[in-house]
């Protein structure tokens, strides 16, 4: 029979203790925002937050906290709703149908909004709640008439907006996405960005939803599905 050493049990048991730990050990470790890391900021518009056309429930308590995560982001863009009066996604521009009703478009199924972020109206102004004087970049998006744009990434039929290769040519690698609403723009944002080879990131307690016939449930396991991340704020080491 063969003589069990000490030593070697002991260091043995040191590993497999170690190895168990392991997994809460990552956990704990914080994610710390390097140079090669993007905050996307999404919509945080007039019309999104409490009073305006399409209002977010409580989509004005992310403002606070997306300002205190962009202070440890040397790069930061932020994402603009800019419709066209009449946009083929407002509701009113198909008789008879009411919104959050569905159509068939070219593209595929389209949403029908409320008249929201129409261009050069107050609604469609960036709130002013927000304290982000790094952005680098406000990408208007949804401004062809016959097309939606959900994503910072992505029309709806496809067409790039140029973000990614803005992106790509800047070195940035990792995406970290904030703002409104979860289970629309921000969703499919973080879904875009993985089919483009980026890492993404979305800070679920600085985000909101709108959570229409299930989308909120739906748009997480969209997001899962394409390896996009669901963090809290407090899983990042943010700067005081």
């Known amino acids: 029979m063969r003589r069990l050493d000490r030593r070697g049990f002991l260091a043995g048991g040191a590993a497999v203790s170690l190895l168990a730990a392991a997994p809460e050990a990552l956990a704990m470790a914080a994610i710390k925002p390097g140079a090669g890391d993007v905050l996307l900021i999404i919509d945080v518009q ?3 937050l409490p009073g305006g056309s399409l209002a977010v429930p409580k989509g004005d308590e992310v403002i ?4 205190q995560i962009a202070k440890s982001f040397a790069n930061v863009v932020m ?12 509701a009113s521009s198909h008789p008879g149908k009411k919104p959050f009703e569905t159509i068939a478009m070219p593209y595929g199924t389209q949403v029908l909004w409320p008249d929201h972020c129409v261009q050069g109206t ?3 102004s960036l709130s ?7 952005a680098e970049l406000v990408l208007r998006k949804g401004y062809r008439q016959n097309v939606d744009s959900y994503s910072a990434f992505l029309e709806a039929d ?3 907006t140029g973000l990614g290769a803005y992106l790509k040519a800047r070195h940035l690698s990792r995406v970290f996405l904030a703002g409104l609403a ?4 921000v969703g499919w944002s973080a879904v875009d960005a993985r089919k483009l080879g980026f890492k993404a990131y979305v800070i679920e307690d600085a985000c909101r939803g709108i959570d229409t016939n299930g989308s909120l449930a739906k748009a997480w396991v969209a997001m899962k599905k394409a390896g996009v991340e669901r963090i809290q704020s407090s899983d990042l080491a943010l700067v005081a």
């Open 122 to 124: 107050d609604g469609a």
């Open 64 to 67: 606070p906290l997306i300002n």
């Open 158 to 160: 496809k067409t790039p």
């Open 79 to 90: 994402t603009q709703d800019w419709h066209t009066p009449g946009h083929a996604s407002f």
């Open 182 to 185: 979860t289970d629309f723009c």
């Open 46 to 48: 007039k019309c999104f």
């Open 128 to 134: 002013s709640d927000l304290a982000v004087p790094q």
